[in-house]
T-cell receptor
Framework: DGGITQSPKYLFRKEGQNVTLSCEQNLNHDAMYWYRQDPGQGLRLIYYSQIVNDFQKGDIAEGYSVSREKKESFPLTVTSAQKNPTAFYLC???????????FGNGTRLTVT | DAKTTQPNSMESNEEEPVHLPCNHSTISGTDYIHWYRQLPSQGPEYVIH???SNVNNRMASLAIAEDRKSSTLILHRATLRDAAVYYCILRDVDAGNMLTFGGGTRLMVKP
């Protein structure tokens, strides 16, 4: 069953800790993206990757880091430098950089 | 970046057609018009996209104005499962091709 898996669905962390959100896909898509969504708001792009071992900053990359060592995986680390990390995080993929996006079901991160 | 403007919310009755408008007066020639929808606590779902001509698929139709400064997503028969936030987005394939999501339109469907 092809798709995008984001785990866990809910994540709780203490302030000052780094936390890594997982995104795995078996769609064989080249491009992967991370978005952040705050309550009642639209999505904002954090990072994207068009190909393995390459990634670019989006609109709100400060306080976040990513890696793309494998085509299937694009983990996002929320560092302690991110001032307001509590949000809903969405991973997406597209077959090419020009194809429609497919989204995972998100990870809701709460930092206290 | 070209931006889109959508009403914050709309209401529809079940089994009636719904027309969701989107204004994009600063659209460029290389911007594709994309529509996604998002159910509560889920990731957005692709609905449809187009460049100049009207488009139809199993989910919806997309009507694009001749000057491309506006478009309308048409759900032919709204169901309760169509209640979601609908995002109209411009995707410029010549400028990094990133998708920027605005606030969208919250569609409420009444039985």
């Amino acid at each position: 069953d092809g798709g995008i898996t984001q785990s866990p669905k809910y994540l709780f962390r203490k302030e000052g800790q780094n936390v890594t959100l997982s995104c795995e896909q078996n769609l064989n898509h080249d491009a992967m993206y991370w978005y952040r969504q705050d309550p009642g708001q639209g999505l904002r792009l954090i990072y994207y990757s068009q190909i393995v071992n390459d990634f670019q900053k989006g609109d709100i990359a400060e306080g976040y880091s990513v890696s793309r060592e494998k085509k299937e995986s694009f983990p996002l680390t929320v560092t302690s430098a991110q001032k307001n990390p509590t949000a809903f995080y969405l991973c997406a993929t597209s077959g090419t950089f020009y194809s429609p996006l497919h989204f995972g079901n998100g990870t809701r991160l709460t930092v206290t | 970046d070209a931006k889109t403007t959508q009403p914050n919310s709309m209401e529809s009755n079940e089994e009636e057609p719904v027309h969701l408008p989107c204004n994009h007066s600063t659209i460029s020639g290389t911007d594709y018009i994309h529509w996604y929808r998002q159910l509560p606590s889920q990731g957005p779902e692709y609905v449809i996209h187009g460049l100049t001509s009207n488009v139809n698929n199993r989910m919806a139709s997309l009507a694009i104005a001749e000057d491309r400064k506006s478009s309308t997503l048409i759900l032919h028969r709204a169901t309760l499962r169509d209640a979601a936030v609908y995002y109209c987005i411009l995707r410029d394939v010549d400028a990094g091709n990133m998708l920027t999501f605005g606030g969208g339109t919250r569609l409420m469907v009444k039985p």
